[in-house]
């Protein structure tokens, strides 16, 4: 790294953004800047779900009710050109812009392969940056070859108020990203034609990728503000053995050598490691810092930090096995119907699609989530200590569960689902499994904490389903429910059965009562665990969520812009099975519907009736309710409550032990 003097400051801890599964163009996960809600403001349950949310009076029809364009591109990735017309060579894509310029693929195996690369850097260094710059002095920031984006939407979450940019030769990075941060299709050996300058400028794992690398060091410090800050984190990729034992007979060495034969045929460096001082040095930076790591190849360290990084980094197919999904079926040749992908496992139990559009969309529910419970992954008071096994029910992307392996590296984290669409690479404590949760459960052990969301119209027996994870749940364990009351509802009265939304919303209840699924779990759900009998502790909770962008309040205003979007990208799966399959419909009619309802994904500024009109200001409501499992103690009469006891609530959220925010990840960033 290079700069001016500065005392460094200690950067900080790395934020993991809730992102969504890379595919190109897109969108896991996430979801996902944290900028826009009001810092440290609470918006809590219960004693406010009743109150009316303030109407944002300064929106006009000229304004637009719905989101507009200008704010559609807040939450999407500016692209400087739209070049995905990729070609596909020996079974694997590649990019299109430059073509040739970069020799490898740009497909989602290579996306994951960076996600774990990610993983693997954050490991090795603590840190996502080495450079003590400022956040008071850094406004511009820029990530050269951003790859995926993993660490340009991290940066973005820890620097609110600085603009960063992400240039890569491929358009792959995810769709939703923080406001203020854009992605831009470029290629670095080009002549830099930015408007400004950067206050720091971050450039990681372009070995064997840069042609010309004194040429990109002095367009670099071009570009760099007066004081900024560079930083350039690279490999030497030759390999290496401390004992001597590896030679150049090895099959291993052999590969390695002809790799970087081939890098250097093409004119490609692939060993800048060692040669950054010096080109740095030369280029007229100063405060130069050159520092080294070793990252062993295999699980053969003795020391837990050294162990854990090789195994990251390893090719050994055992070690890959404890970064990959465990599932306990390869259920995966799923059927096509009008357009759509679905389930192949107990097919037809559900009727939402599993493909890559939803996939996105339930990321961005997760985003909505978080953001509505006060950015929590969970609200029921778990002890870290206590906490062995986690049973996450209907991961979908997997998303949730990814985040909690990061909070709780000790514990176990299952994630089933009827689909196998989460993420490749993931935490060694995190495993997933296609699985029916209303089947008989085998379990080999219990769970210290059962979670389950989003699971409206999913369900055929929801009480049952509380028998059987109270039957999974160890003495004193947790569960949560977080799901919706979909009849939507408006503060003014304004709402109406008449209205374009309620028609649509009730034949959506009428297909999904027909085929003996709970469309509105969410007020069902604190009488569902009282009727069970078994549990104590039960504590119930009611968010607002509006549905557009007319809240004054600012929180509300995002939570509502962002339901919006994701009501607007699945209204297609919320109808097309349903209304087709169950109610008869024809495709065709069903196509007219989502082309003139309201709730068709136009994004023009005109007045969306069926989401957000000046007269008729629509709300959902979440319910959460999270309870608890063990022996009773016996409550001292006339005395309080002691632990563990009947008590209807436990201690306020804002009493619990801290813990890390959804997202910030104790000892490692990645997704």
């Known amino acids: 790294m290079a700069g001016s003097p500065s005392d460094p400051p200690s950067p900080p801890k790395a934020v993991s953004p809730t992102r969504s599964k890379t595919t190109s163009p897109k969108k896991s996960s996430p979801p996902r800047s944290k900028t826009a809600s009001p810092i440290g403001q609470n918006y809590p349950a219960d004693e406010n779900s009743e109150d009316e949310i303030e109407v944002d009076e300064g929106l006009s029809v000229s304004d637009g009710h719905s989101v507009t364009d200008d704010q559609m591109s807040s939450y999407t990735a500016s692209l400087a050109s739209s070049v995905v017309d990729y070609p596909v060579e020996h079974g694997r894509r590649y990019h299109a812009f430059r073509a040739g310029a970069y020799y490898a693929p740009n497909d989602d195996s290579e996306m994951e392969r960076l996600d774990l690369l990610s993983t693997l850097v954050f490991k090795v260094i603590g840190k996502l940056f080495l450079a003590p710059i400022e956040q008071s002095k850094t406004h511009r920031i820029l990530d050269i070859g951003t790859g995926n984006g993993i660490w340009a939407i991290e940066m973005g979450d820890l620097f609110p108020n600085a603009e960063i940019i992400g240039n890569d ?43 010309d690398w004194p040429k990109l060091v002095k367009n670099i410090y071009d570009n760099t503000a007066p004081g900024g800050w560079v930083e350039f984190q690279d490999l030497d990729l030759l390999y290496r053995s401390d004992d001597g034992s590896i030679t150049d007979e090895h099959e291993c060495m052999k590969m ?94 559900y009727w939402g699609p599993n493909d890559e559009t939803e996939s996105d969309r339930l990321d961005f529910l997760h985003m909505l989530m978080v953001k509505t419970t006060g950015e929590n992954l969970y609200l029921a008071p778990l002890e870290a200590g206590r906490i062995h096994r986690i049973l996450d029910i209907g991961t979908g992307t997997g998303i ?47 769970y210290d904490f059962i979670f389950c969301r989003d699971m409206a119209a999913s369900l055929g027996d929801w009480p049952k389903l509380m028998k ?73 909770q009611k968010f607002k969520i509006p549905i557009g962008d007319w809240p004054k309040d600012p929180h509300y205003k995002e939570c509502g812009i962002i339901n919006m979007l994701q009501i607007l990208d699945g209204l297609e ?19 007219v519907l989502l082309a003139e309802d309201p709730f068709s994904s136009s994004k023009a ?16 409501i979440l319910n959460s309710s999270y309870f608890k499992s063990g022996l009773l103690v016996p409550r ?36």
């Open 256 to 349: 390695n050598k002809t790799f970087i034969q081939t890098c250097k045929q093409i004119g490609r460096e692939p060993c800048p490691g060692p040669e950054f001082k010096d080109w740095v040095t030369a280029a007229g930076f100063t405060n130069v810092t050159h520092q080294k790591y070793k990252l062993p190849l295999g699980p053969w360290p003795k020391d837990p930090h050294l162990k854990d990084k090789s195994a990251a980094s390893s090719t050994n197919e055992d070690r890959w096995l404890l970064y990959t999904k465990s599932l306990s079926s390869s259920v995966l040749d799923y059927p096509t119907e009008h357009g759509r992908r679905y389930h192949a496992f107990r097919s037809g139990s």
């Open 400 to 446: 949730w569960a990814i985040l909690m392996g990061e909070e709780f590296p000790h514990a176990e984290i299952v994630g089933n689902d009827l689909s196998a669409i989460q993420p490749t690479w993931v935490p060694s404590n995190v495993k997933f499994e296609i699985d029916d949760v209303e089947s008989p459960w085998v379990n080999s052990a219990k």
């Open 636 to 671: 001292p009469h006339g005395g309080p409550s002691l632990p563990g006891t009947d008590t209807a609530y436990p201690a306020p959220i804002t009493d619990r032990p801290n813990r890390a925010p959804p997202g910030v990840a104790p000892e490692r960033s990645t997704r």
């Open 169 to 211: 030769l491929s358009a792959n990075q995810p769709t939703w990203v923080p406001s203020n941060v854009k992605f831009e299709v470029d290629d670095v050996e080009s002549p830099w034609l930015h408007s400004s300058k950067f206050d720091f400028i971050f450039c990681r794992m372009m070995a064997g990728a840069i042609a």
């Open 605 to 620: 500024l005109v007045v969306h009736e069926g989401l957000r009109s000046p007269d008729s200001p629509k709300t959902m």
């Open 468 to 540: 059987n994870i109270y039957t999974n749940l160890t003495p004193g364990g947790w569960v949560e429910f977080q799901d919706f009351n979909l009849r939507y509802t408006s503060d003014d009265g304004s709402y109406t059965e008449q209205h374009k939304t309620s028609k649509w919303a009730e034949m959506f209840f009428e297909a999904c009562e027909s085929i003996n699924r709970e469309p509105n779990p969410g007020p069902k759900l604190e009488g569902w665990v009282r009727e069970t009998g078994d549990y104590v502790n039960i504590s119930h």
């Open 573 to 591: 799966a919320f109808t097309l099975r349903l209304f087709i399959n169950i109610l008869g419909w024809k495709k065709n009619e069903v196509l």
